[in-house]
């Protein structure tokens, strides 16, 4: 889809996801190896009382299901950003579920553009759990 064809307030629904339980400790152990994402006696005594998922990992699997939309096809040019904010932990086997709408939409030149996408994520309790705002770069036709 390009620039043209995106108007702001589009929303995608986003295929529910279930934070599995080795899947998580496996990223965590990889990539964020705080003892509140791997140690399950360290994470009892937190004041969340066990495992939590690691923020990237809780966006990363909702953001793999968005990807699979594929809205922009061949059109999108590359990522520019990301900002992601966590209101609420995830822990496994969680579901979680989000929307994503089109926020902005910024012509830059003749040839492409700003996309700016929001993702609300939810858990199954409908609980807002993070927000993200990415940017892509996306062609314009001309």
Known sequence: MYLNDLKKGMEID????????????????LYDPIPLH??????????????IAPGVMSFMAVWAKFVENDIFGDELIAGKSTKIEWFK???AEDTLKGTARISDVIKRNDYNGIAEITIDVYNQDGELVLTNVTESVVKYRR
């Not at 295929?15 to 965590?28: G, L, Q, R, S, T």
């Not at 006696?41 to 009382?49: C, D, L, M, Q, S």
């Open 14 to 29: 986003i295929p529910a996801v279930v934070i599995d339980k080795e899947k998580m400790m496996d990223f965590a152990r």
């Open 38 to 51: 791997c140690d399950e006696e360290y994470a009892k005594h937190t004041r969340f009382g066990k495992l």
């Open 89 to 91: 932990p995830v822990f």
